[in-house]
């Protein structure tokens, strides 16, 4: 998801690969110029290394991340899949 300037973005962290656990283990709002450094940022600041989702919203986007892994230079993931949120 590619952002211009800094705007808030919602970052819900799922750890485990369950369908049957539907609440996040982390929900917070992050303000960022990028998913990669909110995600990040979230992730250091709950001390979370792995997690199986993440979802990420904008006020015109959302992002699901698949098998995110935090690393010293940021996160890795798969599959991303972002759409446009109509209004």
């Known amino acids: 998801m590619a952002i211009l300037r800094a705007q808030v973005l919602q970052v819900h962290v799922f750890c485990s690969p369950s369908l049957l656990d ?8 992050e303000m960022a110029v ?3 450094g909110a995600v990040s940022a979230v992730m250091r600041r709950y001390g979370i290394n792995l ?3 993440v979802y990420v919203r904008s006020q015109e986007r ?3 991340l698949h098998d995110v892994i935090l690393c010293q230079s940021g996160i890795t993931y798969e ?6 949120i109509s209004l």
């Open 22 to 29: 539907v609440e996040p283990d982390v929900s917070t709002e």
């Open 34 to 36: 990028s998913v990669s």
């Open 51 to 53: 997690a199986a989702e």
């Open 62 to 64: 959302e992002m699901w």
């Open 79 to 84: 599959f991303p899949v972002e759409r446009s």
